[in-house]
C-alpha cells in the first residue's frame, strides 16, 4: 500500500465523502478522491429499480473467479448470475477504494441516517436525475440545515440551472449536444463516429474531484462549504473553445478532419493499416527531416521522391494519394516492429493498441506499475486501472483506504453504521428488519 | 441559493510558473479559471502553442493564435530565454515566491528543466512540481516521440473510436482520433487534479512535491469497457458508428429529423423509456404495435426483428419533426435525446446564456468581444469558473512580473540589455 510506511498525510487525510453517484459520472468523482485518502462511503439500495446498473452489465467476472481464487481469464454469462450484483467488472474497476453501504431513502427512517452522515461529513455527491434529492427533501438547503459547512456536488446532464434544468441526458446525450459528437469521424462520411466510449461521463467526474479538493481547501480553512451545479455539457464545451471562438471571428463552421492534421504542416498523419487483421499504426511527420527518414526507412520508393511531397504544404495538399501510397508500405509491415523502427529514426509513431495490447503488450504500463490487483470479496483479486500520475509525497493509491477494488453491496454496513455513527447491534437488526439498511 | 460558496477565487493566493508546450496550457488554464495567477514564461520566439493554428490573420502570427487565446486566458507572459545560464537568477526569484511550477513537453526537455531547478525547489521546500510528459519520466517508453495523434492511438481510445465494420466485421476504415489535441485535455485534465491533491496535502504537511503526470497513462484510463471486457472475458470490443465500442455489434443507429438535424435519439432498457417512447410516437401521430400483445410476440419469437422494428419507429418519429421539436417533446416525456449539434450552436442557446457558461472576452486589439467557454459548473447562481482577461501578448507581463519578483527597474533594463527578457 502506497501511503503506509510512513508517518505522512494522504492528500485528503480526515475526509468523509458520503457518495450517492451511480453509473459512471457520478462514481468517477468519488473513486479520485478515494484514491487520495478520502473516506469515501458509497451508498446504495438493494431493490433492482434503485441498483446501480454497472452491477448488473456486461462484462461480469467468469464463473470460477472466487474470493480466494486467482484471476484467469474466462467467459461469464451475460446476465452475470442472476440476483447476485456482486460481478459486475465494470463496477468493480469504476468504484475501487470506497466502502459500501445500503440505506432506504425512500424510507423516513433512512432518509433520518442519510441526515446524520451528512452531520460530520465534508461533503456528499450525487448524479440521480434532477429533482430526486428535493423531492426526499435531501437537496443542499435542506442538507445545509443540518451541516452548514456542507460541500454539495451534483452532476447532471445540462446543470442543475438554466432553461434545461430538467432535461435528462446519458454521457453519449450530453456529448451529441456539446459539440463533441460532430467533432468525431472523416470529412467524406455524412456521419460522426462519434467516440465509442463517453469522454462525458469522464471529465465531469475529473472537474467534480477538482473542484471539490478546491473547497475542501477552503472548508479547512474557513470552514465555508457550498454547492456546486456540475453540467456535463459543459464540461464538453470546454474542449471546444477553438471552434467557438474561430466560428465568432470568420463566420466559418466546424468541420471533421478525420485524423489529418490541418493546423500545423504535418502530413502524412493518419493511422494506417499493417500486416493482420484490423491492425494499424498511427504515423505524423511534423517536418520534412522525418519525412526523409521515413523514405529512408522505406528504402526510398520512387514514389516518395515525387517533388510533390517534397515540402509540407506539397505533401498536405495530396495527401489521398499520399495515404494511399504510404498504406501500401505499412500494409506489409508488422505493426510493432514498424513503430519501432520508425521510433529508432525518430519519427512518431505509434500502434493503434487494443486493450489486449495495453494489459498484455504495454511495457511503459507495465513499468510504471499502471494496473493495481485489488481484492473483491466475492471474485477474488483482478487489475484495476490506475491513477495516472505520480505524486512523490502524497501518492494516489486507487485501493483508498479499503485496501480493496468495488465493495459488495452493503459490505460495510456493519463498519458504517455500527463503527462510525455508533448504531447499537439491535438498531442494526431492527433496521434491517423495517428495510431501512 | 446561496452563494457564499462560489469557488471562482478559491485559488486566488496560488501562483503557478508554467514553462513548455501545448501538453500544460489547459492544466494551467483550468486553475487560472479558480483564481490562481498563472505566469507563462516563454522563450523570446514565444511558446509553442503561439504556432498552432487555426490564426485569426491569414498568415501564422504568434500573436494571432486562435488556439493560443483559448488556453492561456488570465495568465501573464514574461519573456526568459531560460537556455541562458543567465537567466536562472530571474527564474530563481520568481520561483521563490511561486507555489507551482507546472513543466511541459517531451521528456528531455521537461528532464532538463527540472535539473535547472532542482536547487530552487530544494529552496523553497513549498514548491508543487508539475511535470506533464507523453509517457511519464521514468519507464521504457519515456523518449518516444510523439504527437496527440500517436499518443491517442497508444493509449487505447483510437482502437474503440470509428465506424462499422462491414457483415463480416472488417474495416474499411480506420480508427478515428475523435478530436484534436484530445490527449492534452485529458492529461491537462488529470494534472489539474493531481495539483489539487498536492496544494491539499501540503495545506497539511506544509511541503510541496514532484508530480509526475504520463499523458498516456491519462488516456489509458478513459476506454471504458475496454480494459475490463479483456481482463475479465478475455474479448476485444468493437468499434461503432456513433456508438459505445462492445464486443457484439449494438443496434443503436443515428436518425434524421425533418430538417436534416442527425439525432442522438434511442431507448435504454428500462421501462419508463418504452413507455414515454410510445406516448411520443402516439403525440406525433406515428402508428405502431408496440406494448401490445402483437409487439410481445415478436419480441419472444425475434428479438433482433422486435429490435429493428423499434428502431425504424424511431427513426419515423424523428423524421416527422424539425430537431428542435424532437427535443424538446422527447425530454418533456424524459427521454434522454439530442441533436447532434456543432461546438458553435450552443453559443447562442437561451440555456448556456442564463447559466453563465460563456466567458465574454475583451480583445482590445480587436476593438470587440469574443465568448470563451467559461466554467463547467455553477453555484446555483454564477459560474464556478471566472475568466476575464484575454491570453497574454508575448512578453507583455516581463516587467511587472520581474517588479513583482523584485527587480529593480536598473536590474530589468540590465536583463533587457543581455537579451535575457
Redesign the interface.
Given at each position: 500500500m502506497a501511503n503506509q510506511a510512513n508517518s505522512?498525510?494522504?492528500?485528503?487525510?480526515g475526509v468523509r465523502i458520503i457518495d450517492l453517484t451511480w453509473l459512471?459520472v457520478g462514481p468517477q468523482a468519488t473513486r479520485?478522491l478515494a484514491s487520495?485518502g478520502a473516506q469515501v462511503i458509497r451508498i446504495e439500495w438493494r431493490k433492482r429499480g434503485a441498483i446501480d446498473f454497472l452491477r448488473y452489465f456486461?462484462?461480469?467476472?467468469?464463473n470460477h473467479?472466487t474470493p480466494d481464487g486467482g484471476?484467469v481469464?474466462?467467459?461469464?454469462p451475460s446476465h452475470g448470475v442472476r440476483g447476485n450484483y456482486d460481478r459486475g467488472?465494470?463496477f468493480?474497476?469504476t468504484n475501487p477504494g470506497k466502502y459500501g453501504v445500503t440505506l432506504n431513502l425512500n424510507h423516513p427512517k433512512g432518509r433520518d441516517l442519510l441526515r446524520r452522515m451528512v452531520r460530520d461529513a465534508n461533503a456528499i455527491c450525487e448524479n440521480f436525475s434532477p429533482g430526486q434529492m428535493d423531492k426526499w427533501g435531501l437537496g443542499?438547503?435542506e442538507l445545509?440545515k443540518v451541516n452548514p459547512g456542507l460541500?454539495y456536488l451534483q452532476t447532471t446532464?445540462?446543470?442543475?440551472?438554466?432553461?434545461?434544468k430538467?432535461?435528462?441526458?446519458?454521457g453519449?446525450?450530453?456529448q451529441?449536444?456539446?459539440?463533441?459528437?460532430?467533432?468525431?469521424?472523416?470529412p467524406d462520411?455524412a456521419?460522426?463516429?462519434?467516440?465509442?466510449?463517453?469522454?462525458l461521463?469522464?471529465?465531469?467526474g475529473?472537474?467534480g474531484?477538482?473542484?471539490l479538493?478546491?473547497?475542501?481547501?477552503?472548508q479547512?480553512?474557513d470552514g465555508?462549504?457550498?454547492?456546486?451545479?456540475?453540467?456535463q455539457?459543459?464540461?464538453g464545451?470546454?474542449?471546444?473553445?477553438?471552434?467557438?471562438?474561430?466560428?465568432?471571428?470568420t463566420g466559418k463552421?466546424?468541420e471533421r478532419?478525420?485524423?489529418r492534421?490541418?493546423?500545423?504542416a504535418?502530413a502524412p498523419?493518419?493511422?494506417?493499416?499493417c500486416a493482420g487483421?484490423?491492425n494499424?499504426?498511427?504515423?505524423?511527420i511534423?517536418s520534412d527531416v522525418q519525412w526523409q527518414a521515413l523514405i529512408e526507412e522505406m528504402e526510398s520508393p520512387a514514389w516518395a521522391r515525387d517533388s510533390r511531397f517534397a515540402t509540407a504544404a506539397g505533401r498536405q495538399q495530396h495527401q489521398d494519394e499520399l495515404d494511399a501510397k504510404l498504406t501500401e508500405f505499412t500494409v506489409e509491415q508488422d505493426r510493432y516492429d514498424l513503430m519501432n523502427r520508425l521510433?529508432a529514426r525518430?519519427?512518431?509513431?505509434?500502434?493503434?493498441?487494443?486493450?489486449?495490447d495495453?494489459?498484455d503488450h504495454?511495457?511503459?504500463?507495465k513499468?510504471?506499475g499502471?494496473y493495481v490487483d485489488l481484492p473483491h470479496s466475492e471474485i477474488g483479486t483482478?487489475?484495476i486501472?490506475?491513477?495516472?500520475?505520480?505524486?512523490?509525497?502524497?501518492p494516489?493509491y486507487v485501493g483508498g483506504l479499503t485496501g480493496r477494488a468495488a465493495p459488495k453491496l452493503g459490505e460495510d454496513n456493519d463498519f458504517v453504521y455500527h463503527d462510525i455513527l455508533g448504531l447499537s447491534t439491535d438498531e442494526l437488526a431492527a433496521l434491517r428488519e423495517e428495510d431501512v439498511i | 441559493?446561496?452563494s457564499?460558496?462560489?469557488?471562482r477565487t478559491?485559488?486566488e493566493n496560488v501562483v503557478i510558473v508554467e514553462i513548455g508546450d501545448q501538453m500544460g496550457d489547459y492544466a494551467a488554464l483550468?486553475l487560472a479559471g479558480?483564481g490562481a495567477e498563472v505566469i507563462k514564461i516563454e522563450p523570446p520566439e514565444g511558446a509553442p502553442s503561439r504556432?498552432?493554428?487555426?490564426f485569426?490573420t491569414a498568415t501564422p502570427d504568434p500573436e494571432q493564435s486562435?488556439?493560443f487565446?483559448?488556453?492561456n486566458l488570465n495568465k501573464k507572459s514574461v519573456i526568459l530565454d531560460l537556455d541562458q545560464p543567465t537567466a536562472l537568477e530571474p527564474l530563481k526569484r520568481i520561483l521563490a515566491k511561486a507555489d507551482i511550477l507546472l513543466l511541459a513537453g517531451e521528456f528531455p526537455a521537461v528532464e532538463r528543466r527540472l535539473e535547472q531547478c532542482r536547487q530552487f525547489a530544494h529552496e523553497n521546500p513549498r514548491l508543487i512540481q508539475c511535470a506533464i510528459t507523453p509517457?511519464?519520466?521514468?519507464?521504457?517508453?519515456?523518449e518516444?516521440?510523439?504527437?496527440d495523434?500517436?499518443?491517442?492511438?497508444?493509449?487505447?481510445?483510437?482502437?474503440?473510436?470509428?465506424?462499422d465494420p462491414d457483415a463480416d466485421r472488417?474495416?474499411d476504415?480506420?480508427?478515428?482520433?475523435?478530436?484534436?489535441w484530445?490527449s492534452y485535455?485529458i492529461?491537462g485534465?488529470?494534472?489539474?487534479?493531481?495539483m489539487?491533491?498536492?496544494?491539499?496535502?501540503r495545506?497539511?504537511?506544509g511541503?510541496?512535491?514532484?508530480?509526475?503526470?504520463?499523458v498516456?497513462?491519462?488516456i489509458?484510463?478513459?476506454?471504458?469497457?475496454?480494459?475490463?471486457?479483456?481482463?475479465?472475458?478475455?474479448?476485444?470490443?468493437l468499434?461503432?458508428?456513433?456508438?459505445?465500442?462492445a464486443?457484439a455489434i449494438t443496434q443503436m443507429r443515428?436518425s434524421t429529423s425533418a430538417d436534416g438535424v442527425?439525432?442522438?435519439a434511442s431507448l435504454?432498457p428500462f421501462e419508463r423509456e418504452e413507455r414515454a417512447f410510445v406516448e411520443l410516437a402516439d403525440q406525433v401521430g406515428i402508428a405502431h404495435v408496440l406494448r401490445t400483445p402483437e409487439y410481445a410476440e415478436l419480441e419472444k419469437q425475434d428479438r433482433r426483428a422486435a429490435l429493428t422494428y423499434r428502431n425504424d419507429l424511431i427513426e419515423q418519429v424523428v423524421a416527422s419533426l424539425p430537431a428542435r421539436e424532437v427535443f424538446e417533446k422527447a425530454?418533456a416525456l424524459?427521454?434522454?435525446?439530442?441533436?447532434?449539434?456543432?461546438?458553435?450552436?450552443?453559443?447562442d442557446?437561451?440555456?448556456?446564456a442564463?447559466?453563465g457558461?460563456?466567458a465574454e472576452i475583451y480583445h482590445p486589439e480587436l476593438g470587440r468581444s469574443?465568448?470563451?467557454?467559461g466554467?463547467?459548473?455553477?453555484?446555483?447562481?454564477a459560474p464556478?469558473m471566472h475568466y476575464s482577461r484575454r491570453a497574454p501578448r508575448l512578453g507583455e507581463h516581463t516587467d511587472s512580473v520581474l517588479e513583482w519578483a523584485g527587480f529593480s527597474r536598473n536590474e530589468i533594463a540590465e536583463l533587457r540589455r543581455q537579451h535575457l527578457i
Open positions: 505522512r498525510p494522504r492528500a485528503l487525510e459512471q479520485i487520495f456486461q462484462p461480469f467476472a467468469p473467479a484471476r481469464q474466462g467467459s461469464a467488472a465494470y468493480n474497476n443542499y438547503e445545509r460541500i446532464g445540462m446543470g442543475k440551472a438554466g432553461t434545461y430538467d432535461y435528462v441526458s446519458y453519449p446525450t450530453a451529441a449536444f456539446s459539440g463533441l459528437t460532430f467533432l468525431s469521424g472523416l462520411q456521419q460522426p463516429a462519434g467516440w465509442g466510449y463517453s469522454y461521463d469522464h471529465s465531469p475529473y472537474f474531484a477538482m473542484l479538493m478546491a473547497a475542501l481547501r477552503r479547512r480553512a465555508r462549504g457550498g454547492y456546486i451545479d456540475m453540467s455539457t459543459e464540461t464545451l470546454m474542449l471546444t473553445g477553438t471552434s467557438i471562438v474561430e466560428h465568432q471571428l463552421n466546424t478532419y478525420g485524423n492534421m490541418p493546423f500545423r504535418w498523419h493518419g493511422a494506417y493499416r487483421a484490423d494499424w499504426i498511427a504515423v505524423s511534423q521510433q525518430a519519427i512518431p509513431a505509434g500502434v493503434v493498441q487494443r486493450a489486449a495495453r494489459f504495454d511495457p511503459q504500463l513499468a510504471r499502471y483482478w487489475p486501472e490506475g491513477f495516472p500520475s505520480k505524486l512523490s509525497a502524497s494516489a | 441559493m446561496s457564499d460558496g462560489n469557488l478559491s485559488l483550468l479558480l504556432s498552432i493554428g487555426p485569426a486562435i488556439f487565446w483559448r488556453y509517457f511519464g519520466l521514468d519507464g521504457p517508453y519515456r518516444l516521440k510523439s504527437t495523434l500517436v499518443q491517442m492511438a497508444l493509449g487505447g481510445i483510437m482502437a474503440v473510436c470509428g465506424y472488417k474495416y476504415t480506420p480508427p478515428i482520433a475523435p478530436a484534436m484530445h485535455h492529461g485534465e488529470y494534472a489539474a487534479i493531481a489539487m491533491a498536492a496544494l491539499n496535502f495545506d497539511l504537511s511541503e510541496g512535491q514532484l508530480i509526475d503526470v504520463s498516456h497513462e491519462a489509458n484510463t478513459c476506454t471504458e469497457l475496454a480494459i475490463p471486457t479483456y481482463i475479465y472475458n478475455g474479448e476485444t470490443v468499434r461503432q458508428t456513433s456508438r459505445h465500442a464486443p443515428l442527425y439525432m442522438l435504454s425530454q424524459g427521454l434522454a435525446w439530442s441533436p447532434i449539434r456543432r461546438p458553435e450552436e450552443n453559443l442557446d437561451r440555456h448556456f442564463a447559466r457558461t460563456f469574443l465568448r470563451y467557454p466554467t463547467v459548473a455553477t453555484d446555483g447562481q464556478h
